[in-house]
């Protein structure tokens, strides 16, 4: 499919993104761009249609939702979907555990959205009980928003079960699975949401520059002036995808036929349990390579998911996160910064045009890089006070 997975990490090619988005896409994907649509001929409307048939399918949420795409990062998504969804006289209980729960609540903030926010910290997850209870006694929450995976930490939220109380009590929800969508199953039919938000530089491995929601339909139809932005109102943008085919605003051609070869790949690979299946075992050999070069995860092993993996920086006073970067760089590896508020720390990505020989030589450079800086060993202790016993 690709010559690029089989190109060892060395100077002068490009190197592999071990980040959650951007990643490493295919030369095949690339490729896709190299030529020019019209945004108002018919082959770039099919195209457009293609795009949201298809990711319906993949949500099996053909029947009962619409997928409606918009310009921009996956925040625009988000916000777009808060803005569009969210009546203004609504209330929304945030489940909130790394800094993309707290982005959400922020872009409440800035749309005026009533909320509350049950805050679990960096590494715990929001538990279905504590939802019902909280749902329970504040009968003004309208919707609940929860992150599937937690990209900043890495960690897989209950989202099936906290769906099925959420649904039990009549509320409705909003899920942010930005870094899951492709990956982790969904299936609307047995998840029950009325908007699941994501981006196509993700686990679906396209380029950056839109995002989409699959909203429910009976929901967004009564969605009309919710939204405080023209353009960010998916009420609007749907209504005119669906009368004329088109993106309300110029679309990012390119990016969309980068997705839909990224698509084709994705169905080649076996679809979300093929895809799932090659970042399972990039994460597990991760892991173990990174054990045995001594350092530690910041999860408890029951919460980590297949997309990203927090590592707590070794103990050692030589160790310089920024010195440690460049130099895992020039062995042809860009790894992710920490993003937390209690330890240092930094993320692998196990996601986007990796398979095994990439993971072997991340490890092979890591444990270089140790060697080059004078670090004997990664390990590091989790202050007890954050120690993970969930
Ligand atoms: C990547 C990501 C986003 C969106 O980030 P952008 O930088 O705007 O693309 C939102 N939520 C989660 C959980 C993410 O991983």
Not at 29 to 38: C, F, T
Not at 78 to 107: F, I
């Amino acid at each position: 499919m690709s010559d690029i997975k089989n190109t060892p990490a060395h100077e002068g090619q490009p190197p592999y993104l071990l980040t959650p988005g951007p990643i490493t896409t295919t030369a095949t994907v690339k490729e896709a761009m190299l030529r020019d649509w019209g945004s108002w001929d018919g082959d770039f409307r099919a195209m457009t249609k293609q795009l949201c048939d298809q990711l319906l399918i993949v949500a099996n949420a053909v029947d009962s939702h619409v997928c409606v795409p918009v310009q921009g990062s996956g925040t625009f998504a988000v916000e777009a979907t808060l803005a569009s969804l969210v009546p203004k006289d609504g209330k929304v209980l945030v489940l909130m555990n790394g800094a993309y729960g707290q982005r959400l609540a922020k872009t409440l903030d800035y749309l005026g959205r009533d909320y509350v926010a049950l805050d679990k910290g960096d590494y715990l997850p929001p538990m279905p009980e504590e939802v019902e209870e909280l749902l329970t006694q504040d009968t003004g929450i309208t919707h609940v928003t929860v992150i599937h995976c937690e990209t900043s930490s890495g960690i897989l939220n209950p989202v099936p079960e906290i769906a099925e109380v959420v649904a039990c009590l009549g509320r409705r929800l909003i899920i942010d699975s930005m870094s899951a969508f492709g990956a982790i199953p969904v299936d609307a039919q047995t998840l029950p949401f009325d908007a699941l938000i994501s981006s196509a530089n993700k686990c679906f491995e396209g380029v950056p520059g839109f995002g989409f929601s699959i909203i429910r339909r009976s929901a967004l139809e009564n969605c009309q002036g919710y939204a405080h932005s023209l353009s960010l109102d998916l009420y609007e943008q749907w209504l005119y995808m669906e009368k004329t085919g088109q993106w309300r605003f110029t679309p990012p051609t390119h990016i969309v036929a980068a997705f839909l070869q990224a698509m084709a790949e994705h169905e080649a690979e076996g679809g979300v349990a093929g895809r799932l299946a090659r970042y399972q075992r990039n994460q597990q050999r991760l892991v173990a390579g990174m054990k045995e070069l001594g350092f530690r995860t910041l999860l408890n092993e029951k919460w980590l998911s297949p997309i990203i993996v927090t590592f707590l920086s070794p103990q050692n006073p030589r160790f310089d996160f920024e010195e440690f970067y460049n130099r895992i760089k020039a062995h042809g590896f860009v790894i992710y910064p920490g993003k937390l508020t209690v330890v240092d720390s930094f993320r692998l990505g196990c996601i986007g045009q990796l398979y095994d020989e990439q993971i072997d030589q991340v490890l092979q450079a890591i444990a270089a890089v140790l060697d080059e800086m004078g670090i004997d060993s990664g390990h590091a202790e989790l202050p007890e006070q954050n120690a993970v016993t969930a």
